[in-house]
């Protein structure tokens, strides 16, 4: 019955696919997760593209294609969607994202076992929203990761999870993709700046932070 459920992709899914792809083979190329760790989805009308299960990015092809309903039906592709697809679902289902990135970063990965809170170490905090929150520790796949997850996204548009990555949405993989990068960067700094012997951080005020984000919304290109 389940087969019976799955459909031919659409041109523009098969179009998001390659996209979905390329972000994902980039985040094994840029160091942001080893093998197989991380996951990205990207919903395309009423269906979630997403990274199947314990595949090599570098394997994965077009007819690879990989979609769920937002209620979790499977409904393109044989391949088990990532382990992590509750994560997706609840982004995807309770914000307006279009992509979703998750990445076992080895920086922020670290900083996730330090604090309840990235330190406002840079202005770029601000293009997430504002302080980025650490979502309490869960077993990977779970709804209670989950749950944990939205909490810590709260007015954000990305955050860590405890002992285990981060986690970053936007309009579009693009951006969800520099997103997670940028929070990678921050938290690369705020270890490198923490560590040296008899000083501590300058840190940005809440006041601050929200300026920049304020400025940060208009920044680039229109169009």
Do not use: F, K
Request: glycine share 8%; aromatic share 4%; hydrophobic share 40%.
């Amino acid at each position: 019955m389940a087969e019976q459920q799955r459909r031919q992709a659409r041109p523009e899914e098969t179009h998001a696919w390659e996209a979905l792809v390329a972000t994902a083979r980039r985040t094994v190329s840029d160091g942001l997760v080893v093998g197989t760790s991380g996951n990205v989805s990207v919903r395309v009308g009423d269906a979630v593209l997403v990274t199947p299960s314990g595949v090599p990015y570098d394997r994965l092809t077009p007819d690879d294609i990989t979609g769920v309903a937002l209620d979790g039906r499977q409904v393109l592709g044989t391949l088990v969607p990532t382990s992590e697809l509750p994560m997706h679902l609840a982004v995807h289902t309770t914000t307006d994202a279009r992509a979703v990135v998750h990445t076992h970063a080895v920086h922020a990965t670290a900083v996730s076992t330090l604090v309840p809170e990235l330190p406002a170490i840079h202005y770029m905090a601000g293009a997430l929203g504002g302080p980025v929150r650490v979502a309490p520790y869960a077993t990977y796949g779970t709804e209670e990761l989950a749950e944990n997850m939205l909490h810590a996204l709260a007015d954000r548009s990305g955050c860590l999870l405890r002992n285990h990555g981060t986690i970053t949405y936007g309009a579009t993989l693009d951006q969800a993709y520099d997103r997670t990068a940028q929070l990678e960067w921050m938290c690369r700094l705020w270890l490198m700046a923490s560590s040296v012997p008899g000083l501590t951080p300058a840190l940005l005020s809440p006041e601050q932070l929200a300026e920049a984000g304020e400025r940060l919304r208009g920044y680039g290109q229109l169009g």
